[in-house]
């Protein structure tokens, strides 16, 4: 009977240590475990929002226009009597995919570019910097209004103008990273073992600077759902009908006493923001080796 109770406290203690480091790290990492809970219910009701809304986001009631809030519409209707919940539910699902689009993409191609420069040095270097000075040499919002401009108004546009502007400050980053870790002893190990220059950079180097970039990934998320609101709210962006946050501020803007029009999809843009930019902080304490 002894050793059933001995075997039995024991087995109950790796669940009792999990629970405990779990509750330390919530405890110690606030800012990672708020912004990641508001980000994935914020996610699951924009990607179940065809379960949760019961009104078409673009179907359109005349008879229904500027509502206010109410039970039937809770967060009102706009200038065409359509339900504002579900077109701010919806329109999550153009602008949040959109950020991790660009985000993903600006990764990739800065990542690459910025490894080849600070790993190679020489022209390849030359080569690559100045082309991301050339880029950063203009304002981004700027760069990207002009580049949507030239393009035509559209998604994939938008997202196109924002990676234009977003891959050069990966690309300084990774570099800066590549420059200091190529001159660990590792690398110099590796080297002396006759390993290729590309294995040495894809299997020693990179994965020691991949840190910094995960922060700025998740701070950028939030930067570039406001980014390409912004190109939408100005005309630049997603065409209507379709629901996106930046068009729906932009028909609110002139209606002050109508205040629930811009409000929620502004509530939106902010509250996703906020989630990523807490995000990243947590990020950031718990990577820092200092902490």
């Given amino acids: 009977m002894a050793d059933s109770i001995t075997l039995s406290a024991l087995n ?11 509750v330390k790290h919530m405890q110690r990492y606030p800012s990672l475990w708020v912004g990641g809970g508001v980000l994935v219910i914020f996610s699951l009701m924009i990607l179940f929002a065809s379960f949760i809304t019961v009104h078409d986001p673009i179907k359109q009631n005349v008879a229904m226009r500027l509502k206010p809030p109410s039970a039937e519409h809770i967060f009102g209707t706009d200038e065409l009597g359509r339900d504002l919940f579900s077109r701010v539910l919806h329109g999550g699902r153009v602008s949040l995919p959109a950020a991790l689009i660009v985000v993903l993409i600006s990764l990739s191609v800065g990542g690459l570019l910025g490894a080849l420069a600070g790993f190679f040095g020489g022209l390849v270097d030359d080569l690559i910097m ?6 950063l040499a203009f304002p981004a919002v700027v760069l990207a209004l002009a580049i949507s401009a030239l393009l035509g108004p559209s998604l994939n546009n938008a997202i196109l103008a924002a990676c234009a502007v977003l891959w050069p400050e990966y690309a300084r980053l990774i570099r800066s990273q590549v420059i200091v870790a190529r001159t660990f002893e590792y690398v110099t190990a590796a080297r002396s073992l006759g390993r290729r220059e590309a294995g040495i950079l894809l299997r020693h180097v990179l994965p020691n600077t991949w840190t910094p970039l995960i922060i700025k990934a998740a701070l950028d998320v939030g ?47 902010l509250v996703s923001i906020m989630a990523c930019n807490l995000i990243s902080e947590g990020l950031r304490n718990w990577l820092d080796p200092r902490t």
Avoid at 12 to 22: G, V
Avoid at 130 to 135: E, G, I, Q
Avoid at 244 to 253: D, F, I, N, P, Q
């Fill in 223 to 269: 930067g570039i759902i406001l980014l390409v609101s912004a190109l939408s709210f100005i005309g630049l962006g997603v065409t209507p009908p379709t629901a996106e946050w930046g068009s729906m501020v932009a028909l609110g803007r002139t209606k002050f006493y109508q205040w629930w029009v811009a409000t929620f999809p502004g509530l939106a843009i």
């Fill in 130 to 135: 100045r082309l991301a000075d050339v880029t």
């Fill in 12 to 22: 109950s203690l790796p669940r009792q240590t999990r629970r405990r480091d779990l």
